[in-house]
């Protein structure tokens, strides 16, 4: 009885599917099912959730890209731009893209479009600055998020001057009518 329920309710078209859709899902169906069979539909769930949340954490971690250029602001200095998560994932790429010997003294890394995600992402920053004051060069740290000063000022080691960065505010209850925030609705 119980082998013919489990023939009725397998849904026999993820089969058809497994080869049109990404590796790392096709894995997650199969596991969750092997899992299931093998102990039960409750540790499969946790499996399955464990795996695709590792599985996330690597596709993110490839996202993480450094683009570098002479500074605008600061004359003789080289600039860093990241794009992408800075998290336990992408600290060992993040660490790769920097060039110290070759850099001038004074460099800058521009999180404008990345954030510091974990203490990992913290410890990468703090051996990067290391790395820079040991070869006699200065990194700044520029447009981090409240939250990312927070993470860096808990830490310690590591100065950072926010005069740069810009305040984020929460838009909660914006007017249309009168152009302002707290006002009607």
């Not at 203490?119 to 990067?128: K, R, Y």
Request: charged share 20%.
């Amino acid at each position: 009885v119980m082998f013919m329920v489990v023939i009725g309710t397998f849904a026999w078209n993820s089969l058809r599917i497994m080869f049109k859709i990404p590796r790392s899902d096709a894995l997650v169906i199969v596991l969750v099912t092997v899992v299931t069979v093998q102990y039960d539909l409750a540790v499969a769930v946790v499996a399955g959730v464990i795996v695709s949340a590792l599985v996330y954490a690597w596709r993110s971690a490839k996202r993480l890209h450094i683009s570098a250029h002479d500074s605008h602001t600061v004359p003789g200095a080289k600039t860093y731009e990241l794009d992408g998560p800075l998290f336990f994932a992408s600290t060992d790429n993040f660490s790769e893209l920097f060039d110290i010997e070759n850099d001038p003294d004074v460099v800058i890394v521009d999180f404008k479009r990345s954030r510091v995600v974990d203490q990992s992402a913290l410890q990468a920053i703090e051996d990067l600055a290391l790395k820079y004051e040991a070869s006699g060069k200065e990194l700044r740290l520029r447009h981090l998020s409240r939250d990312c000063h927070q993470l860096l000022t808990k830490a310690g080691q590591l100065m950072i001057d926010s005069d740069d960065d810009p305040e984020y505010q929460i838009a909660t209850d914006y007017s249309v009518k009168t152009g302002a925030f707290g006002g009607g609705h």
